[in-house]
């Protein structure tokens, strides 16, 4: 007895993500679109992070490489709310825990600006002496490169370790991880830290950043939307300023360029617990390839 099985059409869309104006660098993001995806068993196929939509129910889930799925992923719901877009309109959509967020998006001129309204946690690093060996060790850098007073943890949607470097030169001179199990369980021995996020100031407004993710199946990130929130979010409570640029992926050849604006706190920022921050995400994208896929 034969079974008909009908086929199932997949949107897929190679896009990247906090391009420089000229449309260089950015974040690869693949973006999937259609009805009853298997998001895990997609991602699976991409080097970077991937968005799966669900076109009717406008929701987004995001996938690592290893078709592990994460809790939300900036750079990938930029990048899928552009795709979502018509011109220059409003997207709403939900990610997989049922979370609201609005991107306001300009298709003419590939800009997407993602407002966000997310609860604010930061710490100090308790366990400094492995965080030093880590930057020694691993990253290359002397523990004189590095300001110590600014190690800590901070949080919008996923936890990154911040560590400040005293030069963009001794920035740039860091090392990316070389062995990635080794480095995954050193950041879960850091209160389980999704990351290491490396800044540089360059004048009030703007930081040359570097990212070295926990687990994501490569040793360096061109972009980081979250983790630069997270960052300015920091900064901002010691110095408001509304408004940050963050450069990154440099050193990758891919340089890039993060905005984060209008940084407004809900309370008092000096809060320890329940501090609330609200923000808009500001990125440039660029769309390299879109095809469409027949699958069973």
Request: glycine share 6%; proline share 4%.
């Amino acid at each position: 007895m034969s079974t008909n099985k009908t086929a199932r059409l997949i949107h897929k869309i190679s896009a990247r993500v906090f391009c420089q104006w000229k449309g260089t660098g950015g974040n690869p993001v693949t973006v999937f679109m259609g009805e009853n995806l298997v998001g895990s068993e997609l991602a699976k196929t991409c080097t970077w992070e991937s968005v799966v939509i669900d076109s009717l129910q406008k929701r987004m889930a995001f996938y690592m490489p290893t078709g592990e799925e994460v809790s939300f992923c900036a750079h990938a719901a930029m990048g899928g709310a552009f795709c979502m877009a018509e011109q220059t309109s409003m997207v709403r959509f939900q990610d997989s825990r049922a979370n609201t967020y609005q991107a306001q998006v300009d298709v003419p001129d590939q800009i997407v600006s993602l407002h966000m309204r997310a609860p604010f946690y930061q710490q100090k690093v308790i366990n400094s002496p492995l965080l030093f060996r880590l930057i020694r060790d691993t990253l290359g850098l002397q523990s004189s490169d590095v300001q110590s007073s600014s190690f800590c943890h901070a949080s919008i949607a996923r936890l990154k370790t911040l560590i400040r470097v005293h030069s963009v030169e001794a920035l740039h001179q860091a090392k990316a991880p070389l062995n990635p199990e080794h480095f995954k369980s050193c950041c879960d021995a850091l209160d389980y830290s999704t990351g290491l996020y490396l800044y540089a100031k360059v004048n009030d407004e703007e930081y040359e950043c570097r990212q070295f993710p926990r687990a994501s199946g490569y040793p360096e990130d061109p972009a980081t939307g979250i983790a630069a929130a997270a960052l300015a979010a920091s900064l901002d409570i010691v110095t408001p300023r509304r408004r940050y640029k963050f450069h990154q992926g440099t050193v990758m050849g891919k340089a890039s360029l993060i905005m984060v604006d209008d940084m407004e706190w809900i309370g008092d920022a000096n809060e320890e617990t329940d501090r609330l921050v609200t923000f808009n995400l500001v990125g440039h994208v660029q769309i390299d390839e879109r095809e469409t896929i027949d699958t069973l």
